[in-house]
């Protein structure tokens, strides 16, 4: 990679924010639905706030390729390129749609199979997360570490209630396994968030059955700069991911916890 990673930080940072920027906005437009499924929403503002990513990175990486959650025809097929940028506009979005304050936008850029540069900007929160690699994780521009809990019973642990359940692995099976093991799940509606709060000490690990890259590619790598450990479990065909994060310590443990209950 002959590209300085400190530039492409720089480009994800500013990328992260002209995209969450930009849905803040526009916060009043954040019911202009495009498409509303039973358990998802995809907004007008995901669109153009991708767009907003989109252009900054191609102003400065114009060789780089690109792949967005809002990419009209997508296809999980790595391309042969330099770099890829990783985008999500606004990860949260169902948060985002209703007024919560928990959404973000997330860059990063991966060479091969790895994220090498990554920035979460949460603009409500006023949080900006960034890490690349051989540097400390930071929030706002102080750096940050993992927690030092090494009990399952002390952790708290970040998950979802992944609606799109094939049957054989119940997502509220996971849930109850995660719950019964921990001292608290949460479910709190924004991947990217959720790995940050462990990448800063503020919860412990982070486990979620379904989850697409973009949700992961920035905060998974500010988890392992910050001392953590994210590893992906499970990688469906179509791209999804089974994936767990943790302050390293509970790792094993938190896996343990999850046996047999993975797809
Ligand atoms: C969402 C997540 C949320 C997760 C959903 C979804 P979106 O991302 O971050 O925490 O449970 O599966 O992927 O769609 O708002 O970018």
């Not at 973000?104 to 991966?110: F, G, L």
């Amino acid at each position: 990679m002959t590209v300085d990673p400190d530039k492409l930080l720089q480009c994800a940072i500013d990328a992260a924010r002209a995209a969450g920027n930009h849905a803040l906005e526009n916060i009043k437009r954040r019911t202009e639905v495009i498409v509303r499924t039973a358990h998802d929403v995809k907004l007008q503002l995901d669109r153009e706030s991708q767009a907003k990513a989109v252009a900054c990175i191609k102003s400065r990486f114009p060789e780089h390729c690109i792949l967005g959650e809002e990419d009209e025809n997508r296809s999980m097929t790595r391309p042969a390129c330099e770099a890829l940028w990783i985008v999500d506009p606004i990860d949260g979005t169902v948060n985002f749609s209703h007024g919560l304050p928990l959404w973000c936008s997330s860059v990063a850029v991966a060479v091969g199979n790895d994220s090498v540069a990554g920035a979460v900007y949460a603009p409500v929160l006023e949080k900006l997360f960034t890490a690349r690699v051989g540097a400390p994780a930071m929030c706002n521009g102080s750096p940050i570490r993992v927690s030092s809990v090494s009990k399952l019973s002390e952790a708290i642990v970040m998950t979802a209630t992944d609606h799109n359940d094939d049957g054989r692995f119940p997502p509220l099976a996971r849930l109850k396994a995660i719950s019964s093991s921990v001292h608290k799940t949460r479910v709190m509606g924004s991947a990217a968030i959720d790995l940050c709060h462990v990448a800063c000490g503020a919860a412990d690990g982070y486990f979620e059955g379904r989850i697409y890259p973009w949700d992961v590619a920035a905060a998974g790598l500010i988890v392992e700069q910050a001392g953590g450990r994210s590893e992906i479990l499970r990688e469906s065909p179509d791209g999804v991911l089974c994936y767990l994060a943790t302050n390293g310590t509970i790792h094993e443990d938190l896996r343990k916890a999850l046996d047999g209950l993975l797809p």
